[in-house]
């Protein structure tokens, strides 16, 4: 959740992000994506001792391919200001 964590620090320490609807949009794809896989590695770990253990591996590696073909793996805080350069006035 390292991209969820960080937008999570920032909204405190500065409020919301300025950013347009399609930007937002990628923001809020991204924190969704997270928690999806956040979510089924922590069913995965109920399964642990079972056959069904690997039932959620294909689920999660095709959401954290989602994932990366939005981030590329760039750290948070040079994505979030890239958003955010992107969403201001004047940006081509």
Same mark, same amino acid.
């Given at each position: 959740?390292?991209?969820t964590n960080f937008f999570g620090r920032h909204f405190k320490e500065h409020g919301q992000p300025r950013l347009?609807?399609?930007y937002f949009s990628i923001y809020f794809n991204i924190i969704c994506l997270e928690n999806k896989i956040h979510g089924m590695e922590m069913l995965k770990k109920k399964y642990k001792d079972s056959s069904n253990y690997h039932q959620f591996?294909?689920? *999660?590696? @095709?959401?954290?391919?989602?994932?990366?073909? *939005?981030? @590329?793996?760039q750290a948070p805080e040079f994505f979030l200001r890239d958003l955010v350069m992107r969403s201001s006035p004047g940006y081509h």
């Open positions: 959740m390292r991209y347009t609807n399609d591996d294909v689920e *999660i590696n @095709t959401l954290e391919k989602r994932l990366f073909s *939005i981030t @590329t793996d």
